[in-house]
């Protein structure tokens, strides 16, 4: 009887694994079919960013500091994720002068930053009508672009730039890692216990923001 009994449960949990593999397996399939969708797009994000920075595409306004020499800065210092923030809400104006409004919105977090320490900045084309593009500010140094980010706060008092957002900048890479996270987490049973922060670290939704706050302001560690 027991032998018996012992056969029906043996076979019972074969069956029971075979279909915990076909799902396992079915699931897995979706999240490859989704990320080579996010891979995509990224890439194409990737490819647009490469052509502003070296002045390949129109409608994008893009500014090299002349107060900073040429030989001081390549080019990809000039547009480094590393030592940029990326500033959106920033109103949109036809023949703006992206660099000024950079220098103004900076000076509004910290006035000890020169002028000549934003060595270059470009406005994004909006994918959005009713958006403005974001705006990105490279600075001299990796330590100015953390001592803005850490004053960004400021910005909610401000008159003037109350609807304003502040980020780090994030490189192809970081922007990747951030897509394809998220795209598991919505395959995951308990995925949607966890939020990514602007940082890219994994939290449950219920912890402490002032984790997320004092990450972003230290830029990348």
């Known amino acids: 009887m027991r032998t018996d009994l012992t056969s029906s449960i043996d076979s019972k949990m074969k069956a029971l694994k075979v279909d915990i593999d076909l799902e396992i397996g079915s699931q897995q399939s979706k999240i490859e079919q989704l990320s080579d969708v996010v891979h995509g797009i990224a890439t194409r994000l990737d490819t647009m960013e490469s052509s502003i920075a070296s002045g390949g595409l129109t409608g994008n306004t893009s500014i090299v500091n002349q107060a900073n020499h040429d030989s001081q800065f390549d080019n990809t210092q000039k547009y480094s994720d590393e030592v940029a923030v990326i500033a959106s809400n920033i109103l949109f104006e036809e023949g703006e002068d992206i660099l000024a409004k950079a220098q103004k919105l900076v000076s509004e977090l910290d006035r000890s930053v020169a002028e000549h320490d934003i060595i270059s900045t470009y406005r994004l084309r909006s994918k959005r009508s009713d958006k403005p593009g974001f705006v990105k500010i490279c600075f001299r140094s990796v330590e100015i ?27 192809y890479v970081e922007r990747m890692m951030e897509l394809n996270t998220r795209t598991l987490l919505k395959e995951l049973p308990q995925g949607a216990q966890y939020r990514m922060t602007a940082n890219g670290r994994l939290v449950k939704k219920n912890e402490d923001s002032s984790l997320e706050n004092n990450q972003e302001e230290n830029g990348h560690d």
């Not at 672009?145 to 490189?171: A, F, G, M, N």
């Open 145 to 171: 672009k953390k001592r803005i980010l850490r004053e960004k706060h400021k910005l909610r008092q401000s008159t003037d730039y109350r609807s304003v957002y502040l980020r780090s900048s994030k490189s």
